[in-house]
């Protein structure tokens, strides 16, 4: 099974919907990201949670929300989508411990259309 | 801010020689650098991660060097195979903030 799942994997919208992108690990991470990648801007960071209790801004957080409902599930919400939030959305997850290590695992990723 | 390049023209090599990837970053001194690898339609999968004081480490036939000098990271892998063919994204965190910037990556093309 897979330790970083996305629901759903692919979605097709309407400007002007609310959509929910969820995200769920089973790795034990306390560390949650959410990502969007565009063809040629690489990923970019729209948020990330450190704990449940942790949420911060990464660097293109406008137009978007997150929950961290527990520790193993992060949902990023588009409150009103619009067509240049087209992208591939990846939710990732790191350990952070103090080693310095945490690489991140990452998500298959939701491909979301916004028309 | 942060920015972070990598050749964003594909690198096109014969199977067998060296493939060697470039990152470049400005500003700021990034604790570690990670590499990582991205097929088609998947998310990244982590390689590598070099930290500030180490010049170079070694996986198997991955090699990547770490030169803050020159605010550069070079990616290597030897004896490069077409199962080697996909995008190589570099990531850099800001003094163990855990808060990750990518580059845009270069898909590598291995042909046989």
């Known amino acids: 099974d897979a330790d970083v799942t996305q629901t759903p994997r692919n979605r097709i919208t309407k400007t002007g919907k609310r959509i929910m992108l969820e995200c769920s690990q089973t790795?034990?991470?306390?560390?949650m990201y959410w990502y969007r990648q565009d063809p040629g801007l690489g990923l970019r960071l729209i948020y990330y949670s450190f704990d449940v209790k942790d949420i911060n801004k990464g660097e293109i957080s406008d137009g978007y929300s997150v929950s961290r409902q527990a520790q193993a599930k992060f949902s990023l919400s588009l409150e009103s989508a619009i067509p240049n939030q087209t992208a591939l959305y990846f939710c990732?997850?790191?350990?952070?411990?103090?080693?310095?290590?945490?690489?991140?695992?990452f998500g298959p990723g939701t491909r979301l259309t916004v028309l | 801010s942060q920015k972070i390049e990598q050749n964003s023209e594909a690198l096109n090599i014969q199977e067998g020689k060296t493939a060697t990837l470039t990152c470049n970053y400005t500003?700021?001194?990034?604790?570690?650098l990670q590499w990582y690898r991205q097929d088609p339609g998947r998310g990244p999968v982590f390689l590598l991660l070099i930290r500030e004081n180490e010049k170079e480490k070694r996986k198997e036939r991955l090699k990547v060097t770490f030169d803050t000098t020159l605010k550069q990271s070079l990616f290597h892998i030897t004896a490069s195979q077409p199962a080697d063919s996909a995008t190589y994204l570099c990531?850099?965190?800001?003094?163990?903030?855990?808060?990750?910037?990518f580059g845009s990556g270069t898909k590598l093309n291995v042909k046989p």
């Open positions: 500003n700021y001194s990034p604790a570690y």
């Open positions: 990732a997850t790191s350990m952070g411990d103090q080693s310095g290590l945490n690489e991140q695992f």
């Open positions: 790795k034990g991470h306390d560390r």
């Open positions: 990531a850099l965190d800001l003094y163990n903030f855990n808060k990750f910037y």
